[in-house]
């Protein structure tokens, strides 16, 4: 421990009547991480990378009182108790560095209030982006505690634990099994395997002292086993407390658990990075060339996510220029960038306006002084 996987794929959610257009979905993307702690030990090696991001974070006391988020650190948050441990933090502040590079502009993170919380859950965050309709659920990041693993280890008989080794041997109480197998299997037959597996591994310890406390007083102690219930005996097993000197611990783990909505993220990406401008000069229409006061709709997607990274814009299509053209493609192909030519008659600045339209963050124009000295204008849409 810790221990981690990942995945992505479809998930599928029992909508009766999906609303929402592409937001609520009976089928949707999702990705998930599945970070598996000891619930004795949930600090993170690498909290040092995110501790000094300044979020801006809805506790759940602010929700009730009706205020706005707090902007402060992810280490002042956990040193407060705002976030439960570091783990979880870690993952806050990871997925935050993933919505920025993305492109998301208007994120907060939103603790759940007590009774939306899952009752098994320690704590439970959703980071939320703006859009047109409000604040939007896309990332959720919870602590859940043993409760998934605890689940699995009922219903499949399997051992779910993970070992703690000491530094040092130490003396604790700990729950003695004891069962007499041949008494066991002579009673329950085909069942007796099952049966003395769940006695020595699965049977919390807890019920194990209800069992014998009800063996001591009656004789007899009923069990449920999936879903059938069987009658044991004094004779056939015994528990009770013993001290041990021991060098390590049998623990459930806990899991740390963010959950990417792809979909959500992706629609609320390209919201976000959606915008309309004016054009403030220009010349006459007809010409080609936008007209003062002409909107101009874009994308200003970040370069790490645009489909392409650059449009590459010949003035004219003439054989003085076409050869520096087909050099940089060349060069754009074998580098594995991204990249169109937009080699029609239209004016440069309907082409920008085009480029701008895809999302395309860099545009390289090649004209009459590119086939005198090989320079090129290079055009960044944001600063444009």
């Given amino acids: 421990m810790p221990f981690a996987g990942a995945c992505i794929g479809t998930a599928f959610r029992n909508e009766i009547a999906p609303r929402g257009g592409l937001l609520r979905l009976r089928e949707f993307p999702l990705a998930e991480i599945e970070h598996f702690v000891n619930p004795s030990f949930k600090e993170h090696p690498k909290f040092y990378a995110v501790k000094d991001i300044e979020l801006p974070l809805l506790p759940r006391e602010r929700q009730e009182m009706n205020e706005s ?7 002042d948050a956990v040193q407060m108790g705002i976030i ?40 439970c965050w959703d980071a939320e982006l703006l859009g047109a309709g409000g604040w939007l659920e896309c990332v959720g990041i919870a602590d859940r505690s043993c409760y998934d693993l605890e689940v699995h280890k009922k219903h499949t008989g399997v051992d779910m634990t993970a070992f703690e080794l000491f530094p040092n041997p130490r003396e604790e109480e ?16 085909k069942d007796a395997g099952m049966l003395i597996n769940f006695l020595e591994n699965v049977h919390p310890s807890d ?12 004789g007899i102690s009923k069990i449920e086993v999936n879903g059938v219930e069987y009658e044991l005996k004094r004779e056939m097993v ?8 021991v060098s390590g611990r049998q623990y459930t783990p806990s899991v740390i658990e963010p959950s990417f909505g792809i979909g959500r993220i992706l629609w609320s990406t390209l919201e976000q990075s959606y915008y309309i401008r004016t054009t403030d000069e220009g ?5 080609g060339h936008p007209v003062k006061g002409e909107k101009r709709a874009g994308f200003s997607l970040p370069p790490r996510i ?12 003439k054989d003085s220029i076409m050869p520096h053209v087909s050099r940089l493609v060349q060069v754009f192909a074998q580098s594995g960038i991204s990249f169109r030519v937009d080699d029609t008659g239209v004016a440069i600045g309907r082409r920008y306006a085009r480029t701008d339209e895809l999302g395309v963050p860099f545009c390289i124009t090649v ?7 090989g320079t090129i204008t290079l055009r960044e849409r944001d600063s444009c």
Avoid: W
């Fill in 69 to 75: 988020p707090i902007l402060m650190t992810i280490d």
């Fill in 84 to 123: 439960d441990n570091q783990t979880l933090a870690y993952f806050i502040g990871r997925t935050y560095i993933f919505l920025q590079r993305v492109g998301a502009r208007y994120v907060r993170f939103r603790q759940h209030r007590s009774k939306e919380m899952a009752h098994y859950a320690k704590d």
């Fill in 174 to 189: 700990v729950l003695q099994r004891k069962i007499n197998k041949m008494v066991v299997g002579q009673r329950f037959k």
């Fill in 207 to 218: 019920c194990c002292l209800a069992t014998e406390k009800e063996l001591q007083e009656s």
């Fill in 238 to 245: 015994e528990f009770r407390m013993v001290t041990k000197k």
């Fill in 283 to 287: 010349k006459e229409k007809e010409k």
């Fill in 306 to 317: 645009a489909p392409y990274k650059v449009m590459i814009c010949p003035l004219m299509v």
């Fill in 367 to 373: 004209d009459y002084t590119t086939a005198e000295d």
